[in-house]
Every structure is written in C-alpha cells, then in structure tokens.
C-alpha cells in the first residue's frame, strides 16, 4: 500500500487553474509549446445532450444486465434431473418430439451460466484496442450487433451448444462495452456531470437483471425474444449520437471534435474552443512520449491501474455472490411464503433503487468518503449474517424465531453495495486512467473483474463445504476490511478533479520533466 501511496498529494494542493500553472521548462527560460487555456464553467452547460449521448453506452450495460439477470429465471425451465425427463415434469409427448425442446443437465446448466465470463475476459483484452482504432462509437455499434447476435442464438437454440455460443457471444459484448462504455461517458460529459452519468453505469446494468425477473414467468424463449428486442432498438440510437471529442482530435479531426463538442455543449456554450485546446494540449503531452509497453514501469500509469485493479478485486470479495447465493435460504427462514421469483424481483428492485441513489450520493459526498461509508456497512452486515448462519448451524430453532434478521440483513447488504461498492469501481478507474494508457488500462482492470468474479463464483462452493456458510461468510468480512484500509490509504479523491489534475496525483517530478522536454522539441500546433 505504502509503494502505491507514496507520491500522492493532498488535495488541497490543487487549485483550478488553467495548464500554463503546470512547471513547464519556460520557467527555465526556454521557449515551449503549451497553450494559455481559459478556467472552464461547464456549470451552465446543458444536460439533456449529454445524458442523451450516454442513453446507447448506458443501455449497453442495461443488455449485459439482461444476460447476467438471464440464467434464474429460466433455468428451472431448462434444467431437469440428468437432462431426462421426469414424472413431475408437465411435458407432453409433442413438446418431447419437438426440435425446439431442450432440457440440461446439471453441468450443461452450470457452463451455460459461467461461460459469459469466458467471452467477457476476452472482450476486455481487446476492447481498449480496438475503441482506440475505431472509435468509441464505432464499438459501441459493433457491440450492440454483438449482443443481437448472440440473443438470436439462444432464442433459437436447439442444442446446448447453440446457449453456450451465444453466452460467449453475449458476454464477448459485455466485456467490450465495460471497456468502452465508461471511456464514452467520462470524455462526452463535463466534470459536474461525469459522476452522475458514470453511476449510471452500474444502475443500468441493475435494471437490466430486474427486467429479466419481471419476464421470469414467461417461457424461456419469449423471455429471450424480448431481451432480443433491446440491443436492436438501442442499436438504431448509437446511429444519432456524436463519438467522443477526445478521439476525434486524436485522429485529427479536428472540425468533427468542434462539432461532437456544439452537440454535447449547446450552440450557447462558451468554452468549446477552450475545452478543444485542452484536449488538444493533452494529446501532445501524450504523443511527447513514444507509447511503449515499458509504460508501465512510471508510476503515473501504474498507480492508477493498480487502484483500478484493487477496485475490482474487492467488489468482487466483498461478499455478493455470498448474499445473493444464500438469498432464497435467508426468504425460507424468514418464515416468508414467497415465490423464488417473487424474491429475486425484490432483490432486484433494491439492487435498482440503491444503485440509481449512487448518482446522487457521489457528488454530495464524493467518490472516497462513499466508497468508505459503503464498504464499512458492507463489511459489518456481512460479519453478522455470519453470525446469524453460525448460530443457525449450531441452534437452528433458535435461529428460526429470528427469521427477519437475515432478512433485514440481506437486503441492507445489498442496498450499501449497490450504492458504492458495486458501482464506485467502474467510475473511479475510468476517472483515474491516463488518457494515454486508457485502452490497455481500462481493459486491465475490466479482465480483473471479470476473472475475478468467475473464480470466485467457481470456488464459492468448495468455500462453503470446508468453512460453512458462516466461516465463509467471515472471510468475506475480513476481505471487506482490507477494503476499509485501502479506502483509507490508497483511494484518492477525484470529485471536481479535471483529468489533468487528477494524472497529477500520480506524476513524479521525472515524469513532469520528461513530458516538459519532450515537447519542448515538437513544432508548435497551435
């Protein structure tokens, strides 16, 4: 931790000035290339354009909601005892005859739910490079083509081969769109926006799971016609949205950025030349340094995807799977008469709630203190529903007459994980990357989460056969706590922070001089 924290600088070290207040090697007396940029006020820019530019990357991560939300619904449909037909099975001879009929067994039905993780790995290896070749929107597009593709595979299946194609396809798409997703977000919106709109993200990704509950008593092939529906329509809404200004004025399109920039901002906005000339002296100072893979030997890159890294390994132990996995024992015990889908829309619905109040939340406390006030609830209600499965291990009539704490509990869990651990990841690394390391960084930290999340889905089971369902869920505990320190030590603030001041954070006095003498020798552009 110490390493990470070592060149951090407070906060109050900052102040929003334009970059001419940056240590250039002109204070030496030497002649420089760097732009005199005007303070930027972006709080009277209009909201609606941008929030209207974001609809198709938020709605991607509403469709990978839709794939993860897919498996508890029908899987009751698709999976009877070794695959063969049983008596309590309402099947008639026809259904049975039929070639649109399929039933799984118990392993088909496990690699149907986890090899979305397989495609989604992949897709965040490559989706860095492929959205700094093509273009944000551009990806964004190929990613919904992605998602229609690989529903029409599932709707259509006849075989399990023809699920597990489509959950490869799907979260191929899926691990592309967490990569790309956030990046259009962070450079399409201003600072006062950003947090609001990348909250979303996840919110977004937590309505997508409860549609699929609310379609869960229809049959498995209607529910996948209609998840179908929603990659095609959103497909049609990337057509009318401008790509991002910083790719733009990377690939020197520099009339195309302006005009990303009027759509975004508004025809009244003032400060359009200004952000273009801060976006093209950020570019320079990139291209001032031959991108190498030795990049990430400087701390001003390292840093940062190692908070990201960390990020996302601790949403993934903070206990989730845990809760979630649990989640139909805890309504049982509860003494509630509930239908498994009447208790997984519930679930949903405060995973929603909680993950929209995020939006609010981060930019009244910011992204540190929630992330803390997040991580410390999560950590003391998963101590106790460990506590509660302790006590239910060893006097279950007692644990029985409280059958509302795991109740309470599960959904407070949910609810303080929903609001900043389970969103605030995805929005702090994207804030955090260097805008020249952003496509490998962000996809880096995308893999982590997905391969994360696969092994601890996979050793979830063994967990609870050697420790019990309370030990395991007193490790995930202790793992919340470490997320406590980290929180403390390592998380920095980047609330209001433009993305030059928050590379700052990360910079040593070398890397400032490196980049000031290698410009020094480019030709001016401006």
Known sequence: MAAINKAFVPEDDFKETSRQDRPTSSDKGSTVCHVDIERIDDSNAPKLPQILATLPALFGAFVLGTYLGWCSPVQPQLKSANGTITASDDITTEDQESVWHLLLDEDQMSWVGSLINVGAVVGCLCGGFLMDRFGRKVIL???????????????????????????????LAGGVCCVVAPSYIGETSTISMRGALGMLFSAMMSAGILATSLLGWLDWRWISTICTLFPVL??????FVPD????????GRQGDAESSLL?????????VKAELSRIEALIVED???????SDITRPAVYKPVLIGIGLMVLQQLSGINAALFNSVEIFRLSGSSLDGLVSAVILNFVLLVAALSSSILVERL???VLFLLSETLTCLSVFALGGYFYVLENDREMAQRFGWVPLTLLIFFIAVFAAGVGPLPWLVS???MPAKFKGPGSSIVAFT????????????IDMQRSLTNAGTFWVFGILCFIGILFGIFILPETKGKTPEQIQALFSDGKDRENVNNSIEQRPSRF
């Not at 959103?234 to 057509?239: E, K, M, Q, R």
């Not at 759509?263 to 400060?271: P, T």
């Not at 997905?450 to 092994?455: N, R």
Request: hydrophobic fraction near 50%; charged fraction near 15%; proline fraction near 1%.
């Open 263 to 271: 759509w975004l901002r508004g025809n009244d906005y003032n400060y």
């Open 287 to 293: 291209a001032a340094q031959e991108s190498r893979f």
């Open 366 to 368: 910011g992204r540190k």
């Open 234 to 239: 959103v497909l049609v809404g990337v057509i």
């Open 449 to 460: 989460n997905w391969i994360t999340s696969f092994i601890v889905t996979k050793a979830f």
């Open 244 to 251: 991002s200004p910083y790719f733009l004025v990377k690939q």
């Open 141 to 171: 597009a190929a990613v919904f083509l992605l998602y229609t593709a690989g529903w029409l595979l599932i709707t259509l299946g006849v075989h399990a081969s023809m699920l597990y194609v489509g959950r490869i396809v799907g979260g």
């Open 430 to 432: 994207g804030e955090l």
